[in-house]
């Protein structure tokens, strides 16, 4: 039922944001879906152990939140074609794809796969320390002041940089650095074994939550 729930989401959306893109559409549902179920208690998976984002995703849609998420993730279709030839896609699977000629072998830099503008936060294997880049755009309150806060992932440590956001005017863009130093010893990660977090920003009235998910496998 995830589907017909999301895609509904994704009209209601449309209808009151039409210029927004695919991008800027999923980025409000993600920020913004809840982390409780109905009762208010913490969603559980099949075992009824608390559910991690590889079984809940960012958390259950919230369409009037959606609504008025405060900040977007926005990305286009550049930013995708960059992601693509980061995985490791050359040209001709690219052109496939996007219709560019030549597009990965045109590029002076190729950034990380972590560095898409996306709602989340994801590195496969944290080996020491990795720094990603974000960028939100303020769709809220022209002038406000939007405040850190983090859930660390087990045996890591995340530092956002600048840890508090202004602006003045809508449609305004901010970038931060997320920081993610391992602290946990080779020994004590087992083979694909995950750990999750979050980062929320705030301001007062919206709360913008990114998940964090990183990989200890070595």
Request: aromatic content about 8%; proline content about 7%; overall charge positive.
């Given at each position: 039922m995830a589907t017909p729930h999301v895609a509904g989401t994704v009209a209601l959306l449309k209808a009151i944001h039409p210029k927004w893109s695919p991008a800027a559409l999923k980025s409000a549902i993600m920020t913004t879906a809840k982390t409780q179920d109905n009762?208010?208690?913490?969603?559980?998976?099949?075992?009824d152990k608390p559910a991690a984002p590889f079984?809940?995703?960012?958390?259950?849609?919230?369409?009037?939140?959606?609504?008025?998420?405060?900040?977007?993730?926005?990305?286009?279709?550049?930013?995708?074609?960059?992601?693509?030839?980061?995985?490791?896609?050359?040209?001709?699977?690219?052109?496939?794809?996007?219709?560019?000629?030549?597009?990965?072998?045109?590029?002076?830099?190729?950034?990380?796969?972590?560095?898409?503008?996306?709602?989340?936060?994801?590195?496969?294997?944290?080996?020491?320390?990795?720094?990603?880049?974000?960028?939100?755009t303020n769709v809220g309150k022209a002038v406000s002041v939007y405040k850190v806060t983090v859930e660390a992932p087990k045996g890591v440590k995340v530092t956002i940089t600048p840890s508090t956001l202004s602006f003045n005017k809508m449609q305004q863009t901010k970038s931060f650095k997320i920081q993610l130093q391992r602290t946990l010893s080779v020994d004590g990660a087992s083979?694909?074994?995950?750990?999750?977090?979050?980062?929320?920003?705030?301001?007062?009235?919206?709360?913008?939550?990114?998940p964090i998910v990183v990989g200890h496998s070595q």
């Amino acid at each position: 039922m995830a589907t017909p729930h999301v895609a509904g989401t994704v009209a209601l959306l449309k209808a009151i944001h039409p210029k927004w893109s695919p991008a800027a559409l999923k980025s409000a549902i993600m920020t913004t879906a809840k982390t409780q179920d109905n009762e208010n208690h913490r969603i559980t998976n099949l075992f009824d152990k608390p559910a991690a984002p590889f079984s809940t995703g960012s958390g259950l849609v919230n369409p009037v939140a959606a609504a008025n998420p405060g900040l977007i993730y926005d990305a286009g279709p550049v930013d995708y074609s960059l992601f693509l030839c980061s995985l490791g896609y050359g040209d001709t699977e690219v052109e496939i794809v996007t219709g560019e000629i030549n597009f990965c072998s045109r590029q002076k830099r190729i950034p990380s796969p972590s560095d898409l503008n996306y709602p989340s936060v994801s590195v496969g294997n944290l080996i020491k320390t990795k720094t990603i880049t974000r960028t939100v755009t303020n769709v809220g309150k022209a002038v406000s002041v939007y405040k850190v806060t983090v859930e660390a992932p087990k045996g890591v440590k995340v530092t956002i940089t600048p840890s508090t956001l202004s602006f003045n005017k809508m449609q305004q863009t901010k970038s931060f650095k997320i920081q993610l130093q391992r602290t946990l010893s080779v020994d004590g990660a087992s083979p694909e074994s995950y750990v999750f977090g979050s980062f929320t920003w705030s301001d007062g009235v919206h709360k913008v939550r990114s998940p964090i998910v990183v990989g200890h496998s070595q």
